[in-house]
Nanobody
Framework: QVQVTESGGGLVQAGGSLRLSCAASGRTFSHYAMGWFRQAPGKEREFIATIGWSGRTTYYADSVKGRFTISRDNDKSTVYLQMNSLKPDDTAVYYC??????????????????WGQGTQVTVSS
């Protein structure tokens, strides 16, 4: 059974930084792309970033490009999201997910089949 667990959320002032972590188990972690998504109250889930199975390929939403960095440690079966220059608009529940197909990377949330429970990020102005 695949398990995905996020951590690292919290309250931060605008301009600050947070680092989210996501541990996954139950699959050969190094074969699967991982993605970060977020959902703010009253809004649809939004793609943030994805990283390919080897870590060489990354994609970012325009809204976070240059501020957020996704990375992974396959030895630890963990993916990270370093968030800098945070803005109040970044306030949301952040979710980590595993893509359905091995050796395939996509920003489309419909192609991810295992999701964590989410971690709250709140950015105060």
């Amino acid at each position: 059974q695949v398990q995905v667990t996020e951590s690292g959320g919290g309250l931060v002032q605008a301009g600050g930084s947070l680092r989210l972590s996501c541990a996954a188990s139950g699959r050969t972690f190094s074969h699967y792309a991982m993605g970060w998504f977020r959902q703010a109250p009253g809004k649809e889930r939004e793609f943030i970033a994805t990283i390919g199975w080897s870590g060489r390929t990354t994609y970012y939403a325009d809204s976070v490009k240059g501020r957020f960095t996704i990375s992974r440690d396959n030895d630890k079966s963990t993916v990270y999201l370093q968030m800098n220059s945070l803005k109040p608009d970044d306030t949301a529940v952040y979710y980590c997910a595993v893509v359905r197909t091995p050796f395939y990377t996509s920003p489309d949330s419909r192609l991810y089949d295992y999701w964590g429970q989410g971690t709250q990020v709140t950015v105060s102005s």
